[in-house]
């Protein structure tokens, strides 16, 4: 009993070194982001690039396979129907800005928060305005993929 106790101590002590490990945070230089927040700030401008321009090849290559979405109604969408609503122009998008892009790093996994101003239409309706948006990326084969977002509309005063 007393070996097992032992050696239950040993292996989590070991899972729980290997795990600070993998969690080291990047050093930044003065003035810049680390390497990976700075790219996932660029990967989030170039998506919001790709829903203007209806870029469905670069879109398809941010979300993972098992991407979804949840809209500020509540509605969840596939990467199937995010994509699809792109395609066939239900969603049009005139202009947008990003602001206030937050990243934090987990290992393999990023949690990306922002704002952003819409301006366009959504199957005919203006969905213009602020949003808050989060999105969560894990990186794969050397690069970042979105597997959720979520979108709440900022309520105007």
């Not at 084969?141 to 900022?154: K, L, M």
Request: aromatic share 6%; with cysteine; net charge positive.
């Amino acid at each position: 009993m007393k070996t097992l106790l032992v050696l239950a101590v040993a292996v989590l002590s070991m899972a729980l070194l290997s795990h600070g490990q993998t969690n080291k945070q990047e050093t930044a230089t003065p003035g810049k982001p680390p390497k990976a927040e700075a790219a996932l700030q660029k990967l989030e401008q170039e998506w919001a690039d790709a829903v203007k321009r209806r870029d469905i090849k670069k879109i398809n290559g941010i979300q993972a396979d098992e991407y979804v979405f949840t809209g500020p109604g509540g509605q969840i969408w596939t990467k199937a129907q995010a994509l699809e609503s792109v395609n066939n122009s239900d969603l049009e998008i005139d202009s947008f800005e990003l602001s206030d892009i937050n990243v934090r790093i987990y290992g393999e996994t990023a949690v990306v928060t922002l704002r952003v101003v819409w301006n366009g239409r959504f199957r005919g309706n203006d969905i213009s305005g602020p949003q808050r948006m989060t999105d969560v990326f894990v990186k794969r084969d050397g690069r970042w993929q979105c597997v959720a977002s979520q979108s709440t509309r900022i309520a105007q005063p």
